[in-house]
């Protein structure tokens, strides 16, 4: 039995399932700005309740659920920096997890090391980001199911226990479609060099067309962002800050394009999704799962140079925004991704059950039957 499952007396789940899911508490769930981790628990919390699961969501006090809300700290911790709080947080929601059928955690390293803490049939860990000097951390922290959110990540998490693949999916209906009015490149998301901002800005420029920066700078990337970012900023390159609710939708809906020029790995890549939900194409790297999430020259280009990459924003105009809505409300809408892990889920409680159920030992042998 993995580590995180306690046998609880009962019968075999039915349809109706007791689920409790573990948010982080760096932000509010959903977050009000940035935060693609704490969106995805809200949607997929949201979207079991609606299907008749009883649902307890371990998050911050100032968050919303239509489930049951539980709050180890009425507020989030949003720069990142409070280790306690995080650990904290991670026991008193373990701690308080009591007969559940399922833990699903979302706070990778802490939620999983003290998911042994939990009283439920099965404990799963959804690993929203993944590097290779993460292995070691996870691998420290006991047996451990694993859910990843693209091919990518499950071949670069292959040595660890990755039970299912369940990619992240938005709620399509509340994304404005656009046309691109407006002529500008959008950078969207947390500032850092791992996400090739600089980059970006090298592209715009070489490219003459006018981009636009939005995202929090966490603490540990702001020398970055005053080195190589803010020196470059002007009437043609702007930084609008952390943005969120309509702004950000806006600011999507009206781009011509989405620059996502990750140098790393990506695991998913959600504000691919947003782009192209609002009709926006997006130009990414070939790193990580990106070209699984973008059809190149169909919702958008994957381009690892500079001139490939320039040459991709000029080409922009040729995607249909139609089809970029199109392909996310085929794939990647919260139905999508709550089907993918009400799957997961079921698949691994009847094993949990049978781990739990006691050794009985051989049925008794008749009577004056022959010893084997």
């Known amino acids: 039995m993995s580590a995180g499952t306690a046998a609880v007396a009962g019968p075999p789940p039915g349809d109706r399932l007791r689920i409790a899911q573990v948010s982080t508490p760096h932000e509010s769930t959903p977050p009000i700005a940035y935060g693609s981790i704490n969106r995805i628990v809200a949607d997929l919390t949201d979207e079991l309740v ?3 699961h009883e649902v307890h969501l371990y998050a911050t006090g100032d968050s919303t659920t239509r489930g049951v809300l539980h709050a180890p700290y009425p507020h989030p911790d949003p720069d990142f920096v409070n280790v306690g709080q995080d650990w904290m ?3 008193g929601s373990m701690r308080d997890i009591t007969g559940f059928d399922v833990v699903h955690n979302h ?4 939620g999983q090391a003290l998911s042994f803490l939990a009283g439920c049939r099965v404990a799963l860990t959804t690993a929203h980001f993944f590097t290779y000097r993460d292995h070691d951390l996870m691998s420290r922290t006991g047996p451990a199911n694993y ?3 693209s091919r990518s990540q499950q071949h670069r998490m292959r040595h660890l226990n990755v039970v299912g693949t369940a990619q992240p999916g938005i709620r399509v209906e509340e994304y404005p479609l656009g046309r691109g009015d407006d002529g500008y490149l959008l950078v969207l998301g947390q500032i850092g060099d791992h996400k090739g901002v600089r980059e970006a800005i090298g592209v715009a420029r070489r490219a003459r067309l006018p981009l636009i920066i939005a995202g929090p700078v966490p603490p540990w990337h702001q020398e970055y962002f005053e080195r190589q970012v803010r020196p470059w900023l002007g009437p043609d390159v702007q930084y609008v800050g952390e943005v969120g609710g309509d702004v950000r939708l806006e ?3 009206r781009a011509r394009g989405v620059l996502m020029l990750s140098k790393g790995p990506e695991t ?3 504000v691919c999704v947003e782009a192209m939900a609002c009709g926006t194409p997006v130009v990414v790297t070939g790193r990580g ?3 699984e999430v973008v059809r190149h020259g169909v919702t958008g280009f994957v381009a690892d140079t500079e001139e490939e990459q320039c040459a991709a924003v000029h080409r922009l105009q040729e995607i249909a925004p139609d089809t970029c809505r199109a392909h996310v409300e085929e794939n990647y809408t919260v139905g999508h991704m709550t089907d993918r892990y009400e799957t ?3 698949a691994l409680l009847p094993t949990a059950w049978e781990a739990s159920a006691p050794d009985i030992g051989p049925a008794p042998r008749p009577e004056g039957a022959p010893t084997p």
């Open 50 to 52: 609606s299907r008749g």
């Open 89 to 91: 947080h991670a026991l």
């Open 107 to 110: 706070n990778l390293f802490t």
């Open 147 to 149: 859910v990843v959110q």
């Open 251 to 253: 600011l999507l809906r």
């Open 268 to 270: 998913f890549g959600l």
């Open 289 to 291: 799962a990106l070209p």
């Open 344 to 346: 997961i889920y079921r």
